[in-house]
């Protein structure tokens, strides 16, 4: 089975500018979780979707948006791009046990995004 | 508030020695409980889970855990530890809500 990928790899912006990044879950997994992991900061939590809603979010601010698609691929967009946004950006795919919780949670190799 | 702790930034251990990584939990009913390393430049790799069960659960490269629920902890452990073992280790935990929460994560350094 194909693991979780992300594109691009690696992306470079400046400030101000806007920036959209893709995931691609496993196939069958119908949750995909985004994460933002700075050295400062740690892994910090930004949002999930699931079978095309959010249905948790973390404290981001409104500049950091996303979306997930009938086949289950996710894309996260950040507006007005500040040097702080500076991070490796994860994303992770999972089942979800109806009632219990959300099981392993897959992850991509990132998006290591750059803001000059 | 559901909460995943732990209380060490960095663990230090000597090659072939055994090591603990600790983690306490905080959260209504029963967690779904999990270890993911990080290797540098990488995301995270998933290596063992707790649902229910034995409390005792073992997983990839020799990693073990052991979940405690009279004490809210999911502590990892390995027999002997390995130079190649020196990464970032995060504990997590999931339930009801479906919120999936990770600790601030946890250095390990082997030293040879």
């Known amino acids: 089975k194909a693991g979780v990928t992300q594109t691009p790899r690696y992306l470079i912006k400046t400030r101000g500018q806007q920036v959209t990044l893709s995931c691609s879950p496993i196939s069958g997994h119908r949750s995909v979780s985004w994460y933002q992991q700075t050295p400062g900061q740690g892994l910090q939590f930004l949002f999930e979707y699931f079978s095309e809603t959010q249905r948790n979010k973390g404290n981001f601010p409104g500049r950091f948006s996303g979306r997930q698609f009938s086949n289950s691929r996710s894309e996260m967009n950040v507006s007005t791009l500040e040097l702080g946004d500076s991070a490796l950006y994860l994303c992770?795919?999972?089942?979800?046990?109806?009632?219990?919780?959300?099981?392993?949670?897959?992850f991509g190799p990132g998006t290591r995004l750059t803001v000059l | 508030a559901q909460s995943v702790a732990q209380p060490e930034d960095q663990v230090n251990v000597a090659e072939g020695n055994p090591l603990t990584v600790k983690c306490t939990y905080s959260?209504?009913?029963?967690?779904?409980l999990f270890w993911y390393v990080q290797y540098p430049n990488r995301g995270l790799q998933f290596l063992l889970k707790y649902i229910t069960g034995d409390n005792l659960v073992k997983g990839s490269y020799g990693f073990e855990a052991e979940f405690n629920k009279s004490q809210t902890s999911f502590h990892l452990k390995k027999p002997s530890a390995l130079v190649s073992d020196s990464a970032l280790y995060f504990c997590a935990v999931s339930s009801g809500t479906y919120k999936y929460i990770f600790g601030t994560g946890t250095r390990l350094k082997v030293l040879a």
């Open positions: 992770a795919s999972s089942f979800v046990v109806r009632g219990k919780g959300t099981d392993t949670q897959y």
């Open positions: 959260v209504s009913g029963n967690p779904y």
